[in-house]
Every structure is written in structure tokens, then in C-alpha cells.
């Protein structure tokens, strides 16, 4: 099951609001439509999102119906709405930059379809690029995990979350492959409820033992000494390290801390925003209160009742004992080793 | 709206389970209505629970059909039934003894309906009790709060979880009608919701403002200065300040003391046992793991995936700025300082 697929004329995407209970896809033929996945988080993670949003950008040329003169007007808005989507991952505005490069390389080139044909396999670049690097991610990750360990993960750094394979649970995944005894705690990840939609869903079917708690338990498992090591994913890095990720991750963070257990973030480079200095420049999305008033459509508090619901969190460099890449893991001091990796090819 | 009502010959609950959504009521006329009521938490919070439980005493006075030869025994069944609901809550246990107590003192007494007469009286003396402890420990407890305070509770500890005014929302009660400017963060408390579903309500219902946010939120709200101070109620206090209350309140008391935030439990001495020397000892109640996979009956999780789902767990002492009781605020060191509070009058 995969989070995304180009069918060669649209983009299959899996409709993650509705797993584990349906199993349905949406067939975006539009950028508007890939829009509109990811504004809802049919499709969501941050490298699915920088994938999506690329083949979004194909689409778009795809779907262009003027001619050469006014294309490049054209994918500005395109970008534009694209871009709107999400303000959290940076990846979304990585994916992005990279297509809108291609197309000025192209600045020459007239022929309408060539451009598109070439902006297309753009974005199948991006998308076998998150395929091989999650790999690496595993690969990489795969050295810190103990023989036997409890680990316990948040909202779902998975295979759904990227084009394949997934980050922090690349890491899982490519351990257990290795023969390691992993056993995963996944907690629920409210509002939106992906660990428990997703990543329970996810390693049952690859049957990695998974439990599943709810958010508020992972201090009392970590006070009886369940868990072994924290593996979360990322939506952006900052240059000093700083990680903006899923809300609930900075809380498990401090919690990690407290307890001495390693805390560790697993993303691809294109997460890395050297352009951001610190967590605090980095934008968090708040999301619609009937998120939390609501579950499934079924409400659950009062209809009126005042909410706040960021979707993401930061979590302060100084807690984080490695961020796993695919060009290897990064440990503090962040500012030199984030920016060593980065020009490292 | 109450938790528990006493009707002449009945005991009138507030079906929790269903709220905010629905209002209805079990008119208990037997003890084992009264058990089962407790058990599906139609009935919760520890107070509210020892005060059901010794009216459902009373009922299986009321309603035994024997002579005055066969009583003791059947009272015995009884109580057995009622101590079996919920293992975790203290209150329980202390009540139930109070009614066996004040049995046991009556076994004089040859007239029945004299004895049942008195274990009513004694069920409404504790009922009565706890309507004026908890004022008493909204007025105590009003001391540690600013004139302008952010307060962070978890769960309800309020008037819906004793037979009026609240614990923890006792205290945030009696400051907003003692005109402190009060704001409370409720998290939603999963599985139960009970903040959601019952603090957000009751707050709302007294006009004292609130904002519902989920459990894996408070982390990052402490880390934006957005909490003064944290206060929530108690299941079982352990005779070294070692608290059992409703899972995830360990977390909160963990991210409270790295963020330099006060941290208070607000409980009845009856939560007080003496006998249990730490944390360690405390049962700790573990749930149907349905109450993770599904929201409302609705499917939220893969309908087979395992669960882990304890119910409660336990701050340690060191973890607590002060346990607010009717007697007045207990701090460290807390094995001398309880034992001192439990045996004033």
C-alpha cells in the first residue's frame, strides 16, 4: 500500500483520513486537486507531502492550456497554490523550489511538451530520490537501535508518510529486518490520531509487534522502564538543530530526557532548513478546532467549547541525541554538523 | 447538575458516560445497579465513587429481604461486590468501611428497619461530608493561586467527580468567584475523555473560561510560558505523597517540574491511605482495551492491534509542590507531614 503513485496521467493518493477502516483512493488529475489532498491530509508526512506537491507542479503543466509565453505566470500561480497547502514541512517548499529550477532551466527549450515531459520525470526524480534515501535512513538508523528493544514512536514517520519505506519507521523497519526483536509502542497521536490509524495499522501489516497507547501514557511507560530508545520523524529542522515535528513530540522529548532514554529524529536532508536559525522562525500550522471537538465526525466536547490545536510542536536541539539522515547521523553541536552534512554530496 | 442524587428511595446518577452529548440518568434501586454503574463509569471521580458506593451500601440494607440473624452476612456480599468495581480509588475502600463501621456499632440493634434507617443516614453523612470538604479545599487551595492565572488540570476533578464543587476544579471554582482572573487549559484525557467530555462542559457551564487541548499539547504550552500552574485531583495518596490519579497526570507532573511550573494535587483526606507506605503498592486498574481502538463505538485504530490501557499512574512525591486537603496544604517532607494532617481533627 502505498501513500502515492503516478498512474501515467494522474496521481493515485491514498486517502489516509479514512485507514484503517477504508481503503480508498483519490485520482488527482489537477494541481488542484493534489491541492486539496494535502490541505485535508488525505496525503500527509513530510516527504509524501514534497513528492505529492512535485507531481502537483507536473499537473500543472500538464493541465496548462495556453502556450509557452505565458507558462511561466502560469506555474507561479500553480506554485503559489501549492504552496499554501501546509506551512510547517519544509519539504512541500523544498519539492517545490526543485521543479520550479527545472522549469527555468527549460527557460530555452519552446517545445510545450518537452517541458512537461522533462518537469514530469522531475518529479519522478523526487519521488525515487525519497524512495533511496529512506532506505539509507534505515540503513543508517539501524546502528543505534539496540539488539532487543522497546521503542516508542509518534504520530507515523512510516511508509505512509513517505514514498516508501518511511523514516522513523524506516529505522524500525530496516532493525527488524536485520533480525533485531523490536517491539514499537505507538501512541495515538490526537488530534489526528495517526499513530494509531497509521502506524498500528502500518507495522501489523509488516508484523512488527506493535502496542498502541494513548499520548498521555508515554511517561508512566518510560517510568517502569519500558521503553528503550524514542524514534520520532520531522517536518523541519532548523540550522541549530531546533526540530519542528508533530505536536507531542517536544513533551515526549522532555520526557525522554528525564528518564535518560535516547531521543532521536530520523528525516531525509530535504527536511534541513539551513535558511531557518532557530525553531522559534519556524512556522506552525494551527488546524481547525473540530479537530479536537470531534472524532471521526462523532463529537466528543462541547460544540462551542473554546480549542487550541498547533499542529506541531518544537523540540530544542539540547534534547535530541541524534538526527538520522541519509548521509549519516548528526549529533550536536548541530549548527557545525548540520551544515558539514549538507555540503557533504 | 449532580453526579449522585439520593431520591427517598433511590440513588439518581448522572450517566457520564454520555455527556456532553446526552443528559440522562440510571435510577440505581439496587446495590449491584450501583456496582455496575461504577464499574461502566457512569459514576467516576474518587469521590463521587465512595459516595456512591455507601449509598449502594445503604440500598443493600434497604433491600435485604432476611432476618435480623442473616444480615451481617449479606451486608458482607455486598460490600464485596461494591470493592470489586474499581481497584485504584482509595475513597472507595474508606467509604465502604465507614458503612461497615457503623454496622458493625449497630449489632445491638435487633430492629432492621432501624438499621437500615442509620446505614442511610451514614451514607447521606458522607455524601454531606464531602460537599463541605470540597468547599473547604476550594477555599484552601485559593491561596496558591495568582489574581491572574493560566491553570493546566487534567482529567475532571470537579463537581461531576464528588457529590458538589470539585477538587481541583473546587480550587479553580472558588478563585474565579473570589474574582481572580482564572483561564483553564483542559486536556481532553484520553481514553475517556473526561476532560473533553466533562471538564470543558462544567467549566463552561460556570462561565469560568476554558480551552480544551489535547493531552500531547500541554508540553508545548508550558514551553510557550502559556501555564502558571497545574492542579488536579487525586485517586489514592500513598502515606510518603507518592499520587495515583487518572493516567498521564505522571507526564504532566514530569514536564511541570522542567518547566519550573507548580504542580498540586487537590484532594479529600479520605484520599489519604496510610496504609500503603509508596506509589509502589498502589493497584494500578487496567482498562478494555476497546476503550483505545474505538471513540464513541466508532472505529479509530485497526479493530486487533494490541493495547496497552492502564487507567491510572503515579507522581511521585518529589514531583508535587503541595496536596491541598480540607485541613489545609500538606508539602514535603510529606511522610511526616501527612501522617500530622490525618490525625488532626
Known amino acids: 500500500m502505498k501513500a502515492l503513485e503516478w498512474t501515467g496521467d494522474s496521481l493515485k493518493i491514498l486517502d489516509q483520513t479514512k485507514l484503517p477502516i477504508e481503503i480508498s483512493y483519490r485520482n488527482a488529475t489537477t494541481y488542484k486537486e493534489v491541492a486539496e489532498a494535502i490541505e485535508k491530509m488525505e496525503v500527509r508526512g513530510a516527504p509524501a507531502i514534497g513528492a505529492a506537491a512535485a507531481y502537483g507542479y507536473a499537473l500543472g503543466a500538464l493541465g496548462y492550456p495556453g502556450d509557452r509565453e505565458g507558462l511561466q505566470a502560469y506555474m507561479d500561480g500553480v506554485q503559489d497554490r501549492l504552496s499554501e497547502t501546509r506551512p510547517t514541512a519544509v519539504n512541500l517548499f523544498w519539492a517545490l523550489r526543485r521543479m520550479e529550477d527545472r522549469l527555468r532551466e527549460l527557460h530555452e527549450t519552446t517545445d510545450l511538451n518537452e517541458i512537461r515531459q522533462r518537469l514530469l520525470q522531475e518529479a519522478e526524480n523526487i519521488a525515487e530520490d525519497d524512495r533511496r534515501v529512506n532506505r539509507l535512513i534505515g540503513d543508517t538508523g539501524n546502528a543505534i537501535v539496540p539488539d532487543e528493544a522497546n521503542i516508542l514512536t509518534h504520530c507515523n514517520a512510516g511508509a505512509l508518510a513517505t ?15 536485520g533480525g533485531k526483536k523490536i517491539h514499537v509502542y505507538a501512541d495515538e497521536t490526537r488530534p489526528f490520531l495517526q499513530g494509531a490509524r497509521l502506524t498500528a495499522f502500518e507495522l501489523m501489516n509488516d508484523s512488527i509487534p506493535v502496542t498502541l497507547i494513548a499520548d498521555n501514557m508515554a511517561g508512566f511507560l518510560m517510568q517502569q522502564g519500558k521503553i528503550d530508545l524514542v524514534i520520532v520523524g520531522a517536518d523541519r529542522i532548523a540550522a541549530n538543530g531546533d526540530t519542528a515535528n508533530k505536536i507531542g513530540t517536544y513533551s515526549l522529548a522532555v520526557l525522554a530526557q528525564a528518564h535518560g532514554i535516547p531521543f532521536y529524529i530520523a528525516a531525509p536532508t530535504s527536511t534541513i532548513d539551513l535558511k531557518v536559525a532557530g525553531g522559534q522562525e519556524i512556522p506552525i500550522e494551527e488546524r481547525n478546532p473540530n479537530e479536537l471537538r470531534e472524532v471521526f465526525g462523532i463529537q466528543t466536547a462541547p ?14 536541539a539540547k534534547l535530541i541525541t541524534g538526527i538520522i539522515t541519509e548521509k549519516g547521523i548528526v549529533s550536536s553541536p548541530y549548527s557545525v554538523n548540520l551544515l558539514k552534512i549538507m555540503v557533504r554530496s
Do not use: K, S, W
Request: proline fraction near 10%; hydrophobic fraction near 50%.
Open 303 to 316: 460544540a462551542d467549547v473554546p480549542v487550541y490545536n498547533p499542529a506541531f510542536d518544537v523540540t530544542p
Open 163 to 177: 514514498v516508501e519505506f518511511g523514516t522513523a519507521l524506516g529505522v524500525i523497519r530496516a532493525a527488524h529486518q
